[in-house]
């Protein structure tokens, strides 16, 4: 990745929005530069695969709002980046994506909760949806993605919730309690935000592709 | 349900059998000391391959009840059991991706195999000579099963493969792609022949017509719909029905008239779905039966009844399709 000229403030700023550098304030400004840079290109590992399941719709409609006005559940917003395993992100990036409505249904005759987004010119997305319910038959509420990109290989995974009560408080341990879970960094963490009266989830996933 | 007329108990090892023809009012019952985990049919040969949660995998003639053989299995966790036409085979593959085939005649394994991750659907070809397994996620692997050895894998498919189908004369195999597409490939080589892309939502079952020339295939659109194994060209839709055609549940009669599948209730496939026949040449739909349990699998007897295996907590179920 070629090194890009930060101010002081914008390495700062990107230090605490990633959480991923601590700087030391006896570091000095090229110091800590320099462990951002090394911190931004350290390998990443590939998200984990998690199957399809059976109700994958081709052609869903480009929406960032899948949730419509009035939508009973919980509103949840959904924000990442597509990345290789070197870091740089995958601008262009296609990524399917459906789920349950809140009563955990999937629509097979049309396309609610179903969207198409492109990942932009730094690798990011984002949707508003509401917090999926728990589909009959599987443990944990989950959102499907299949996302692909020029030169990587195509990634089938679901995203999963910290605050889904299956977990008891502690996916780390009890992920496995759905035996679709293959990793429990699908299981993300859940920020709740708002007033009381209009409370919404805020949840991050990073997709990692791997080289074809 | 009426109570069963038919039972076979399982005592310390000692089995006791009283079985008759399967009809329609009740099932024949085959009372098992575990509840079931997985099924597979051979009508033609008239046995069921039963996984057990206390991991035994239990043969069973349908003819008379008897248990035939009991293998020891390492795990309950079994995502898919095959069996082959003469029911001499028997594939099981686990949540781990390891997977068997076993020797019914010798209770061993014949074939060991570590898939990249647990399998989805797997297919014994109509002689029994080779086997397709779909590891979830992963390209179709073809396997010879006497030699022990893999003849190829198919092309990468995002997502992989749901359910698989050998031609009547084992030259052609269909999938069930969850890229939404319907491929054929040559069975010897796994070269593709012919891809269908009609589908919006992925096909779960398909079949081979009796001269190998269409392929019936379901699923989430819920239309089954005839292709052209040749061109892969849709040729015709039959009228939608109320749910999806199920996983591997979809299967041509051996005169090839009748088309029957296990539907499943989308909003909950737990609850049990209509067994729906159909009349191949005209589209119209013969008969639709609801089981008072999930189906778990399903076959044409060679005289063309259609069985239904089903289960509860402690017995399988052979139904006769009405």
Request: glycine share 8%; with cysteine.
């Amino acid at each position: 990745m070629k090194p890009e000229r930060l101010t002081r403030r914008e390495l700062l700023l990107k230090s605490a929005a990633l959480g991923s550098l601590t700087v030391i304030p006896t570091l000095s400004f090229d110091e800590a530069l320099w462990a951002w840079h090394q911190s931004e290109q350290k390998p990443r590992k590939p998200t984990a695969w998690d199957e399809i399941g059976p109700f994958y719709k081709r052609e869903a409609p480009q929406s960032v709002q899948l949730r419509r006005p009035g939508d009973p559940g919980l509103p949840v917003h959904v924000s990442g980046k597509v990345l290789d395993t070197r870091g740089n992100a995958l601008s262009g990036a296609k990524m399917e994506i459906w789920q349950a409505n809140h009563l955990g249904l999937y629509d097979l005759d049309g396309y609610s909760y179903r969207t198409t987004l492109v990942a932009d010119g730094e690798g990011q997305y984002s949707f508003d949806s509401v917090m999926p319910g728990h589909y009959p038959g599987r443990v944990c509420q989950h959102i499907h993605y299949l996302v692909s990109a020029r030169g990587h290989k195509p990634l089938t995974t679901q995203l999963y919730f910290a605050t889904d009560p299956v977990f008891e408080g502690d996916p780390e341990h009890n992920y496995t309690r759905d035996p679709l879970i293959q990793s429990s960094d699908l299981v993300r963490p859940v920020t709740l935000t708002g007033d009381p009266s209009e409370i919404h989830a805020l949840v991050n996933f990073e997709i990692v592709l791997e080289r074809l | 349900m009426g109570p069963s007329r038919f039972a076979l108990v399982l005592f310390a090892g000692f089995a006791t059998a009283m079985m008759a023809q399967t009809h329609q009012g009740s099932p024949d019952v085959i009372r098992l000391p575990a509840p079931v985990t997985s099924v597979a049919l051979s009508a033609t040969s008239n046995r069921a391959a039963v996984v057990s949660s206390d991991k035994k995998l239990t043969l069973w003639d349908l003819a008379d009840g008897r248990l035939l053989r009991t293998i020891a299995v390492a795990t309950a966790d079994i995502d898919v059991t095959a069996i082959s036409n003469d029911g001499r085979w028997i594939f099981t593959g686990d949540h781990s991706g390891n997977a068997f085939i076993w020797d019914a005649n010798t209770g061993q394994a014949q074939l060991q195999m570590r898939l990249p991750h647990y399998p989805g659907a797997a297919c014994f070809s109509h002689d029994g000579k080779f086997i397709a397994i779909a590891p979830m996620g992963d390209p179709v692997q073809v396997f010879d099963v006497a030699a022990t050895r893999m003849l190829y894998q198919t092309n990468a498919v995002a997502g992989g493969t749901a359910a698989l189908a050998f031609s009547r004369d084992d030259t052609s195999i269909a999938t069930a792609d969850a890229d939404t597409a319907v491929r054929v490939y040559d069975a010897r080589t796994g070269k593709l022949v012919a891809e269908n892309r009609d589908f919006l939502l992925e096909a779960l079952a398909l079949d081979f017509n009796s001269d190998g020339r269409q392929v019936l295939a379901g699923g989430g659109d819920k239309i089954l719909t005839f292709i052209d194994a040749a061109s892969g060209k849709l040729i015709r839709r039959l009228q939608k029905t109320d749910e999806p055609v199920s996983f591997s549940s979809l299967k041509v009669s051996p005169d090839g008239s009748l088309v029957a599948a296990i539907l499943m209730k989308a909003e909950n496939m737990t609850q049990p779905a209509p067994v729906v026949m159909w009349e191949v040449s005209t589209g119209q739909k013969k008969s639709q039966w609801m089981p008072p349990t999930p189906a778990l699998g399903m076959d044409w007897t060679r005289d063309g009844r259609l069985i239904s295996a089903g289960a509860d907590s402690d017995s399988l179920h052979i139904w006769r399709v009405p």
